[in-house]
């Protein structure tokens, strides 16, 4: 994915106080992701390891049958099952349209233990450090990405108006955001990747309190890498690649990308280099997600 | 897996000249390792590609129902049906046996386009940087394994007498051996594993090419790394995990091991030390395949 850099004042908001109800923690919703699930495991066995928090937190496994067959998802990606057409629609029953069904049903804001917030945690194959992922402009989701920007000074990258890429699960609360950790093969928990993501949750959780509190300060300015685009591996006829992605952006993520950088590796062993898509002009783009397995 | 670390005389021993026939490549034997297939199709759509050579090659992708699928295998693993025993039992029909079975009806030394030398190309999420993994002590393997080590330095795991894990690819084949090439996630290509990968079998065949010239100059010592034991993670008395592997082993495959170094990070934070397991009085001892998915 390639994002451009956006600098934007933050203030103050509105509806910066969405913590008023219970807040919902997804892990595994790619059941290949095992970090997260491996950290609600141990606070499930030891509630006195959880983020303390005077908030009260609702922990739920995504998907539990991908989980427990080691998949990312079993009919298709439960991370792209939520819109509400889909949702609505009853001949739509592939097994996580009908999990997304029930979270909501369980714990969305209109569920029987609604829940008014939502942090989706996940990892990914690719250097993507510690970061964010908000979905549209909401001013909740902003206030609340730009509160962890002035804790932590993570990346956040803003998804939005993707036609191909549509029903992730946090736009069906009012407020929420993913959690993104890597690198991390698929299938691996790694102590490093665990305490990011504890500790990326926990100053979600200390914003939200302080939200609560009427006591939130935000920085002056946010910065988002905005979705521009999704960059395919150059390919052959058929769709095979004809190349994989150069060793000089290999683990680069966040990192600034101008025309003529090298970008991918020809199956010969020539350097592809970076050649904007017609329309975007923007000099330079920031490649996020690089090389991710799904 | 633990290894203990064994020097021995290599010598010329007799069977160093396997390479009369055809040799047999393998890729994808796990559906979820993509290197080796890359290169594999890079090749087919230009043999000029190929690693010079004048042996006949035979290449073949492992198991193409779970390379399609993105997954290690789809009912049983490949990579551990090869055992004469299940593959001469008709009420075995599991899609990855019946595979085995056709790989060698189609190149096994007595198949319809028999080869006499096979290597099975691997990639894993441990960082088992390049190697080599030998099943039992066949005079041939060895030979082969002690004129890459003399020509790359490469590590070589001799694995044997593991009851609970049989059944491998290359033990089918009079002379064979796995080359291991980590760290990558499964499902990512990677250009420093596509590399390794490459090399480690342009190596392979320029060995066997001087072995059938009669050439073939062996070191005067062949460094083995012989399986030990398989160490668990640590488990609550339900099987789920209650530790993992600790940050300062993550990633430190072939480096020795001592009793007392730390090996595990408890869900509360605290360090595990190796504690060796009954009976095991070597001291020290070399981890491999830390951490790998699979």
């Given at each position: 994915?390639?994002?451009?850099?956006?600098?934007?004042?933050?203030?103050?908001?509105?509806?910066?106080?969405?913590?008023?109800?219970?807040?919902?923690?997804?892990?595994?919703?790619?059941?290949?992701?095992?970090?997260?699930?491996?950290?609600?495991?141990?606070?499930?066995?030891?509630?006195?390891?959880?983020?303390?928090?005077?908030?009260?937190?609702?922990?739920?496994?995504?998907?539990?049958?991908?989980?427990?067959?080691?998949?990312?998802?079993?009919?298709?990606?439960?991370?792209?099952?939520?819109?509400?057409?889909?949702?609505?629609?009853?001949?739509?029953?592939?097994?996580?349209?009908?999990?997304?069904?029930?979270?909501?049903?369980?714990?969305?804001?209109?569920?029987?233990?609604?829940?008014?917030?939502?942090?989706?945690?996940?990892?990914?194959?690719?250097?993507?450090?510690?970061?964010l992922v908000v979905y549209g402009?909401?001013?909740?989701d902003l206030?609340?990405a730009?509160?962890?920007?002035?804790?932590?000074?993570?990346?956040i990258y803003l998804h939005?108006?993707?036609?191909?890429?549509?029903?992730?699960?946090?736009?069906?609360?009012?407020?929420?955001l993913?959690?993104?950790?890597?690198?991390?093969?698929?299938?691996?928990?790694?102590?490093?990747?665990?305490?990011?993501?504890?500790?990326?949750?926990?100053?979600?959780?200390?914003?939200?309190?302080?939200?609560?509190?009427?006591?939130?300060?935000?920085?002056?300015?946010?910065?988002?890498?905005?979705?521009?685009?999704?960059?395919?591996?150059?390919?052959?006829?058929?769709?095979?690649?004809?190349?994989?992605?150069?060793?000089?952006?290999?683990?680069?993520?966040?990192?600034?990308?101008?025309?003529?950088?090298?970008?991918?590796?020809?199956?010969?062993?020539?350097?592809?280099?970076?050649?904007?898509?017609?329309?975007?002009?923007?000099?330079?783009?920031?490649?996020?997600?690089?090389?991710?397995?799904?």
């Open positions: 994915m390639v994002a451009a850099e956006v600098r934007a004042g933050a203030g103050q908001p509105e509806g910066t106080s969405p913590a008023k109800g219970k807040v919902l923690l997804v892990a595994g919703t790619h059941g290949n992701e095992l970090n997260a699930p491996w950290l609600f495991d141990a606070w499930q066995r030891d509630p006195s390891r959880r983020p303390a928090c005077d908030l009260e937190l609702v922990l739920a496994i995504g998907n539990p049958a991908a989980r427990a067959a080691g998949r990312r998802y079993l009919e298709r990606d439960l991370n792209r099952s939520f819109d509400p057409d889909r949702l609505a629609d009853a001949g739509s029953r592939e097994l996580e349209v009908d999990r997304a069904r029930q979270l909501l049903a369980d714990h969305g804001p209109a569920g029987a233990d609604p829940c008014l917030v939502a942090f989706d945690l996940h990892s990914t194959t690719a250097s993507m450090g510690n970061s402009q909401r001013p909740a206030a609340l730009a509160g962890l920007q002035g804790r932590l000074g993570l990346p939005e108006a993707d036609a191909v890429q549509t029903g992730y699960l946090v736009e069906r609360w009012p407020c929420g993913v959690i993104e950790v890597g690198p991390v093969p698929q299938g691996v928990v790694q102590p490093a990747i665990l305490q990011q993501t504890r500790l990326a949750l926990e100053a979600a959780l200390a914003v939200l309190m302080e939200a609560r509190a009427g006591q939130l300060q935000l920085p002056r300015q946010l910065v988002l890498h905005h979705h521009l685009c999704s960059l395919d591996l150059p390919r052959h006829g058929d769709g095979a690649p004809r190349g994989v992605i150069h060793p000089r952006r290999q683990g680069r993520d966040w990192q600034p990308l101008h025309p003529g950088d090298p970008l991918f590796l020809s199956e010969a062993g020539e350097t592809l280099a970076y050649d904007p898509p017609a329309g975007l002009g923007l000099d330079p783009v920031w490649p996020v997600f690089i090389n991710e397995a799904a």
